[in-house]
Each structure stands twice: as C-alpha cells, then as structure tokens.
C-alpha cells in the first residue's frame, strides 16, 4: 500500500446525491452541517439491497446483536437499489431505532456493483467489509476476514470453494457448474488464481478502499473480479479465506442470462485495462 498515490483527495470520493441539489439547499445543507467530527467506527458494514423486505429485518437484527455482543464499534450500511418493495422504509423504520444503522439509496436501480460502491465510499469505518442481504455467508464469519486484515491483508474475501466442506447447503448442481466455468473464465481473461471470486463477503481496509472503488467501473454481477483486477494492478495484498456458506432459495441471478452478461463485463475489464482506463482518475457516478 506503500506509495500508492490517490488521484485526487481524498474527501472528492466521497460523493452523495445530495450535492445535486440546487444551490440554495446546498448553502443550506453546508450551514446546517456539525462542525465537529464523530471518531470513525472500527467496522462498516455494508449491505447490498433489492426487494429484501422479507429477510431484511432478521439480517438487520443479527447483524447489530452479534456486534453488540462483541463489543464492536460498528456501523451498518444499507443500500436500497430502487427497490419495488417495502425494503427502504423498513430500513428507514428499523434505523429510528438502530442508530447505528444507515439506510442508503441509489438513483433507481443500478446493479449490485453500483450498490457495493455506493456503501464503501460513503462508509466511515477502519475496516469495511460488504455482506450480503441473505447472509449466505454467516456474519459470525466476519471476524475471519477481520484477522486476516490485521495480519497484514489489504483484502481479504470470504472462499466458498477453499474448503467445500463448510457448505452446510450447496447451490443447485446446475449453477455449482456455471460458477465453476465463470472462474475457468476469469482466469483466462484477467489471470487471477482465486477458486472463488463471487462469494459476496469480502474484507477491505478504509485506505483500499478508498484507492480501488473510485476506479470501478462494472455496476452489476461481474463487478467483483473487476476489485480482484484493481488489486493486482496497485500491487495489494489479496487473502482468500474459507468461510462457511449456505444456499439461500430466492437468489435473483439467473445462470444463463447473468452469466453471459458477466463473461462480457470480465471482457470489458480486459477493455478498460487495455485503453488505460483505470490509470485515470475516475470519480464515481453516485449521483
């Protein structure tokens, strides 16, 4: 991480939809800004959200009781990603009485990449990690990631294929092979040798965070190899750790359609790579 130079400061990636506002809600909003700044939480978590009104709640509760219970300085970060549900108002509720929780919404919907994006980089903690709605991967699992982190990782990410064994309920045959012909994929195409680079639970310190998510570009399903990539290029420390993990019925990716869609976006990384696109500072679009 030594020597790694942002594009520029720091504070310019920290964008919200609000500074779209008209200017007179913009004076406003600066005069009505406290001047003193909170200390940062050690943790942020962040939570990926469409059409979750049926689990939301239960993922919600064991996620602020777990911390409590181990004494975590944490935040919990909610992004709504235009959904056509209840989802939002239920986090909204939940968090009048939660503080520690925040709901987040994107400008319709935008994709799961986008969602994640949007959360780490309006997250204020040491260590983030991102989980998601279903809690496939138990939050019990975090503090894994989290040693891992300490020991010197500057990512660490959640493996669900490391050790099969801990899969206490597999995926459907037919998408186990979907998933193992997108990691045969991936390696060809961007040449990371990672056995799983989908499971949606992966660890970064603030300072990585804050250096790779400005520069990504893929918004929907594809956009995790996409980090992996970044990480490689900026010369970071990537750990992959098993963690158990539990088919949860209700997924929304469809092997087949999301599947090409998500070959295309490796493809278009390879793209971007080519044309330089990711040595150029590149705000994100949260607007």
């Known amino acids: 991480m030594e020597g790694l130079q942002f594009p520029f400061p720091a504070a310019a990636v920290i964008l919200t939809p609000e500074r779209t506002c008209s200017s007179s ?41 777990y ?17 056509r549900d209840e989802t939002a108002e239920i986090v909204r509720q939940f968090s009048m009485r939660n503080p520690t929780v925040r709901l987040l919404r994107n400008p319709g919907n935008r994709g799961k990449g986008y969602s994640v994006r949007h959360g780490m980089l309006r997250a204020t903690g040491n260590i983030l990690l991102f989980t998601d709605a279903d ?11 989290f040693s ?25 045959l037919h998408r186990q092979v ?10 060809l195409t961007l040449r990371l040798n990672f056995k799983d680079t989908q499971c949606g639970f992966k660890v970064f310190k603030r300072s990585t965070s804050q250096a790779i998510f ?11 190899p996409e980090l992996l990539y970044l990480a490689r290029k900026f010369k970071l420390k990537v750990v992959e750790i098993p963690v158990a ?10 092997p087949v359609r999301d599947g090409l869609r998500m070959f295309g976006e490796l493809l278009t990384v390879r793209w971007n790579a080519i044309r330089g696109k990711y040595a150029k500072p590149a705000a994100p679009d949260l607007a």
Not at 135 to 145: D, G, N, Q, V
Not at 148 to 172: C, F, N, Y
């Open 25 to 65: 809600n913009a004076a406003l909003t600066k005069t009505t800004r406290p001047k003193t700044r909170l200390p940062s939480p050690d943790y942020s978590i962040v939570i990926p959200a469409y059409n979750e009104r049926d689990r939301i709640i239960a993922t919600l509760e064991r996620i602020v009781a």
């Open 67 to 83: 911390s409590g219970q181990h004494g975590w300085e944490a935040e919990v970060l909610v992004v709504d990603d235009g959904s």
């Open 135 to 145: 809690l496939a991967s138990p939050i019990e699992e975090a503090e894994k990631l």
């Open 148 to 172: 891992a982190v300490a020991a010197g990782a500057d990512i660490a990410i959640g493996s669900r294929w490391m050790k099969s064994e801990l899969q206490t309920h597999r995926q459907p």
């Open 178 to 187: 979907m998933g193992r012909i997108f990691n045969l994929l991936m390696r």
């Open 214 to 224: 400005q520069f990504q570009r893929i918004e929907r399903w594809g956009f995790d």
């Open 245 to 254: 993990w539990a088919h949860q019925e209700g997924a929304r990716i469809h």
